[in-house]
């Protein structure tokens, strides 16, 4: 069964707007964390921003924020103020447990910011 | 400070070959991890160790694939032999100790893009 789920394969958005990028999860564990990745047309990975799932306030990261629904189990990345450089796929990973192990991943969304 | 390094960065090599990639974790990190991604099956975990010990290799595809952490500064995926299906870009991964405001964030390397003709 599929734990991350992505619904969004892309999306568009106009230079200096908010974009919102969609993600769901399914867990029965108490104990979790969330993540969002950003990978450009370079390739590598970089790690975003970090919710847990005791944390009693969104995660915010400069321009990037975790809209963080536990009872939808939904935890959608927000991008204020887009730019250029943001066009990349956007990759959110679940962890189960305190600490666990593997990283989850959805699928990606593939963001591209218009001038 | 320093990333995770990995190399090679691009290494092309023909069916029935042995290939070897290279990881350095970041300093101070105990936990590591190989992930490969396919445009079909995106990123999935194929291995990862905590203090050098191997934990979760049920992402090992076959025994073809074999990785070996001798030491907590470097770590190794090897294929052999290596088959066209294996093109991917396998990327390795480190976590710092457990505790922390960011607990199991993991942090990439560059990716190593492997091509099996």
């Known amino acids: 069964a599929q734990k991350i789920t992505q619904t969004q394969p892309g999306m568009f958005v106009q230079e200096k707007e908010a974009v919102t990028l969609d993600c769901t999860y399914d867990?029965?564990?108490?104990?979790?964390?969330l993540f969002w990745y950003k990978q450009p047309s370079s390739g590598e990975m970089i790690f975003l921003i970090y919710q847990g799932s005791y944390d009693q306030q969104n995660a915010t990261e400069g321009r990037y924020s975790l809209n963080f629904q536990k009872a939808r189990k939904s935890a959608n990345l927000v991008i204020s103020a887009s730019q250029l450089g943001d066009s990349a796929m956007y990759f959110c990973a679940m962890r189960e447990g305190y600490q666990g192990g593997k990283l989850i991943f959805g699928q990606g969304t593939e963001l591209s910011v218009k001038p | 400070d320093a990333g995770v390094i990995q190399s090679p960065r691009h290494e092309v090599t023909e069916m029935g070959q042995e290939v070897t990639l290279r990881c350095k974790p970041i300093s101070g990190h105990n936990s590591l991890f190989w992930y490969r991604q396919t445009m079909m099956r995106g990123l999935e975990l194929l291995i990862y160790?905590?203090?050098?010990?191997?934990?979760?290799d049920s992402g090992m595809p076959e025994d073809r694939f074999s990785a070996k952490m001798p030491n907590a500064s470097f770590s190794t995926l090897k294929i052999q032999p290596s088959e066209p299906r294996d093109s991917a870009v396998y990327f390795c991964a480190s976590r710092p100790p457990s505790g922390g405001t960011m607990s199991g964030t993991q942090y990439f390397g560059p990716g190593t893009r492997l091509t099996v003709l």
């Open positions: 867990t029965s564990d108490p104990s979790y964390g």
């Open positions: 160790f905590n203090n050098n010990v191997p934990i979760d």
